[in-house]
């Protein structure tokens, strides 16, 4: 936003014909803001075309003088070639929410020395929004550091806390299982999702000279595709924990671990096709800017699967409330087996709709709509996911608070026969 109304008020200012940043290649905008500087850029291509075109073409018998001038683009307005003598009168640019509406032409004459200087200046001629006070600015600035501030905390508070579940679940033999595994393998979908935020920022954000409207590195879009196949991957490893509980409560005496490669390959290998998909998709056909563009049709290749995703975990969920108040009813279930499918479905009967509802709400709604509160959801609360996570599935499960109080009272009990090992030792000597 500064770079471009700093564009915007040299090119007014200028008095002479401006010189704008607007000479560059012609590129798609991936922001809602860069919509002017992409308006500039397709009337400077409409305009060099023209020029080009009159080029080509062969010059009258006469002076070259008698030619006129040619067309022109000043880095605001096209001027269409007139002969000498003739004036060109263009208003100011259509761009709403940007100029204010204003009857004044400016004009321009043709010269045997060329175009003369615009008149009125552009900057007395165009009148810019009033964009806002230097207050809001601030304002505006202030909240997002703040947001960043908090998303940068909350990922990692999660990050921490994911690590250190991951450590709990490896280094007690009694926690390997099936279920534990699939618990790892969902802690380290957040990782990756926080991680890629982190990259993300890095490489998009991290230089403020940076023309965000037309860049289009290959960092810049492989930072982009690692983003969207760790949002991918920790979408598809909750579905899995959804499909596993749902397994559980079905197949009650069959072997899980059968099933475990087909979760791997639902939870780590969809995502990677799906990436490779929409990455091969946008380089044969919207290879532009650095692939952040969400108005993008080609965005639902992403979008699709999450829906999906979402959708089926929350058919999931009525279906393994339903199977588990049945369960609960059964007489012929013992109540040891009760606590245990109570303890096994909380943690994921609470996440599912928690992960998901929130999406599905800003799935309905247009990219640009409530903008504010995707920022507080998806950066702020989200940031707070993998710690929510690990509380629920590692720090609250009682399995794993036995586990810890067992060996800790074992880690006690041989202190303490050390230290009377040690004593005995020293009173015999």
Known sequence: CYWLVSCLLRCLNAHRPPVCPFYLPKVRATHPDCSVVLYFQEQEAECLEILRRERQKPAPSGHPGQQGCLTEWDGVSCWSAVPVGESRAVACPDILHVFKKSKVLIRRNCTESGWSFPSPPYYNACELEAIGSNNDTEAKASYFVTMKVLYTCGYSTSLAALFLAIGIFSCFRKLHCTRNSIHIHFFCSFILRGAAVFVKDAVLFSDESIDHCTMSTVNCKAAIAFFQYSVLANFYWLLVEGMYLQTLLLLTFTSDKKYIWWYILIGWGVPMLTVCVWVVTRLQYDDHGCWDDYTSPYWWVIKAPILLA?????????????????????????????????????????????????????????????????????????????????????????????????NWRKWQSSMESNVFNLATQDFTA
């Open 310 to 406: 979402v959708f089926v975990n929350f058919l999931i969920f009525l279906n393994v409330t339903r199977m588990l108040a049945q369960k609960i009813r059964s007489p012929d279930i013992s109540k040891n087996y009760k606590q245990q499918y109570m303890r096994l479905t909380k943690s994921t009967l609470l996440l599912i709709p928690l992960f998901g509802v929130h999406y599905v709400v800003f799935a309905l709604f247009p990219e640009h709509i409530g903008v504010d509160a995707r920022l507080y959801f998806e950066l702020v609360l989200g940031s707070y996911q993998g710690f929510l996570v690990a509380l629920l599935y590692c720090f609250l499960n009682g399995e794993v608070q036995a586990e810890i109080k067992r």
